[in-house]
């Protein structure tokens, strides 16, 4: 929910954000950001089928190997971590709901329903 917040506070609007969410390939994003959205995915979704053309599509744009395995790393890392905090039981500090409107807290939690004040 943190990530949200500060998405919602920053960059995007509430319904940019739930479209994002519904499907970042069909969200309006720029193609940049979409393939980067789509190898963080596949590394959350299934890491063994990375392959060298889904990091080919990125050097496409751009983006230098350290800056791919930046994206590799945090995606592996943020799964790692939200999956703990699941599995820990642990829900996400009320402070985040107030910074999200409507049902966006529902919307951007996977897993675990968001818990209702």
Request: glycine share 4%.
């Given at each position: 929910m943190a990530h949200g917040a500060v998405l919602r506070?920053?960059?995007?609007?509430?319904?940019e954000l739930k479209a994002i969410a519904h499907d970042f390939t069909q969200s309006g994003l720029?193609?940049?950001e979409v393939a980067?959205?789509?190898l963080a995915q596949k590394?959350?979704?299934a890491a063994h089928k990375v392959?060298?053309?889904?990091?080919?599509?990125l050097r496409t744009f751009g983006l230098e190997d350290k800056e791919i395995f930046d994206v590799v790393l945090t995606a592996a890392a943020r799964c790692f971590f939200g999956h703990s905090l699941d599995a820990a039981g642990l829900d996400p500090d009320e402070?985040?709901?107030?910074?999200?409107d409507?049902?966006?807290?529902?919307?951007?939690?996977?897993?675990?329903?968001?818990?209702?004040?």
């Open positions: 506070k920053n960059f995007f609007t509430e319904e720029p193609d940049e980067v959205m789509a590394v959350v979704r392959s060298a053309e889904d990091i080919q599509e402070a985040y709901r107030q910074d999200l409507g049902n966006l807290p529902e919307v951007l939690a996977i897993g675990r329903p968001w818990p209702k004040p």
